[in-house]
């Protein structure tokens, strides 16, 4: 069975610097996705950044981007030039294809990092 | 467009009682996932379906869970004889499901709290 940790239950950032966030996962799949979602007060769970597994080049989007790492199972997530509205709960998220084995495309959450940025 | 709705947004009950939950996907989304979120387990997966494909029931705690999709379209979860330990928010998300990895729309959420 996948597995997904985040080790850092809190973390605190100033506005406009960098921060990262960090997720590990555990499966013996070769192909599958990674990612990351926001959910900030209102509960509303929003997706930040998806990383297929077989792409090596690591995506982003805006302020956003991640480090993947297959080998050591590792992806974290690099918030730059941090802003108010970054604050929020941080959930890593993995994900067997549909494709494979009969796997219905559901998500497998870490237990989040809860992030807060200070003005 | 509109995004997944869910209703209630807030549901207090009394334990033994049965609630009924609903979640209106985005329209052409033909896979609905339910998921709970609590503190005690974290977010996990309940249910899936998928088109008119047999739904995935693995993640349902107890058969006091069920839920059904009508039309390809709404779905309701249902809790039969509800306990404190239901008490979490629950999350519906739809997505075009026609590939892996399609991102998931998540709704608001409905809070359960029993009593």
């Known amino acids: 069975a996948q597995t997904v940790t985040q080790s850092q239950p809190e973390m605190s950032v100033q506005e406009a610097e960098t921060v990262t966030l960090s997720c590990t996962y555990d499966t013996s799949e070769s192909n599958y996705y990674l990612f990351w979602y926001k959910q900030p007060p209102s509960r509303q769970m929003i997706l930040v950044i998806r990383q297929e597994a077989y792409k090596q080049q690591n995506a982003t989007e805006n302020r956003f981007s991640v480090n993947f790492q297959k080998a050591a199972k590792s992806f974290s997530l690099k918030i730059s030039d941090s802003q108010l509205g970054d604050t929020a709960m941080y959930f890593c998220a993995f994900m067997k294809p549909m494709n494979y084995g009969g796997a219905t495309n559901k998500l497998i959450f870490g237990t989040g990092t809860l992030l807060a940025v200070q003005p | 467009g509109a995004g997944v709705s869910q209703s209630p947004s807030n549901k207090v009950t009394e334990k033994g009682k049965d609630v009924e939950l609903r979640c209106d996907p985005i329209s052409g989304h033909t896979a609905l996932y339910w998921y709970r979120q609590s503190l005690g387990q974290g977010l996990e997966f309940l249910i899936y379906?998928?088109?008119?494909?047999?739904?995935?029931k693995s993640g349902l705690p107890s058969d006091r869970f069920s839920a059904e999709r009508t039309g390809g379209s709404v779905s309701t979860l249902t809790i039969q004889r509800t306990q404190q330990e239901d008490s979490a928010v629950y999350l519906c998300?739809?997505?075009?499901?026609?590939?892996?990895?399609?991102?998931?729309?998540f709704g608001p959420g409905t809070r359960l709290t029993v009593l």
């Open positions: 379906f998928q088109g008119n494909s047999a739904p995935d």
């Open positions: 998300a739809s997505s075009l499901g026609d590939r892996g990895g399609s991102e998931q729309f």
